[in-house]
């Protein structure tokens, strides 16, 4: 799970360099890669709770987000 967190860095990054190397404002690019990431990261970390008050099977204990 902690994979989806790297993986939209790196795509966030690579959106960083592009967009400024096309006219649009480092700082503004930058904003949009965090966006990403913490929106990433809030999915991983909220998961397993919701997975769990939905009825969900229970996560296994390594993909808990609180145990990070």
């Given at each position: 799970m902690?994979?989806?967190?790297y993986v939209s860095l790196?795509?966030?990054l690579v959106w960083?360099?592009?967009a400024w190397a096309f006219g649009i404002k480092a700082f503004d690019a930058f904003l949009?890669?965090?966006?990403l990431?913490?929106?990433?990261?809030?999915?991983?970390?909220v998961k397993p709770f919701l997975d769990r008050m939905l009825g969900r099977e229970a996560?296994?204990?390594e993909e808990d987000g609180a145990r990070y």
């Amino acid at each position: 799970m902690r994979l989806i967190v790297y993986v939209s860095l790196v795509i966030g990054l690579v959106w960083w360099i592009v967009a400024w190397a096309f006219g649009i404002k480092a700082f503004d690019a930058f904003l949009l890669t965090m966006a990403l990431v913490v929106g990433a990261a809030a999915y991983v970390i909220v998961k397993p709770f919701l997975d769990r008050m939905l009825g969900r099977e229970a996560a296994p204990i390594e993909e808990d987000g609180a145990r990070y």
